[in-house]
């Protein structure tokens, strides 16, 4: 049985680590365009990143929950989700603080 050298061990790990950072890469919102009976927009955004922590928990287990509205107005409400789980988390006001 042949063993990995160092150099083949690390680009085995390079290999494997740009596999699983393609993977998570974001794709386009294909749902985005329907006829939907909604929109989510800057509010609803804002809204869905306070409450994150508590959706999650639920949508863990329940399959009719989600963290992320896919029916958005892109970069609106992508802001708005980003705010609000700033707020819900501490933001950059929470890293800066000092500590006692």
């Known amino acids: 049985m ?5 150099n083949g061990r690390r680009l085995a790990l390079l290999l494997a ?7 998570c890469a974001a794709g386009p919102n294909n749902v985005a365009h329907v006829d939907a009976p909604h929109v989510a927009g800057f ?4 809204w869905h990143g306070v409450i994150l922590p508590v959706t999650f928990l639920v949508s863990l287990f329940n399959d009719h929950v989600n ?13 708005g989700f ?7 988390f501490g933001g950059p006001s929470r890293a ?5």
């Open 2 to 6: 042949a063993t990995i050298t160092g």
């Open 17 to 23: 680590g740009g596999l699983l950072l393609a993977g």
């Open 43 to 46: 509010w609803l955004g804002l």
């Open 67 to 79: 963290v992320y509205d896919v029916h958005n107005n892109g970069n609106w409400y992508n802001l």
């Open 82 to 88: 980003v705010l609000g789980v700033s707020v819900v």
């Open 96 to 100: 800066s603080a000092r500590r006692r």
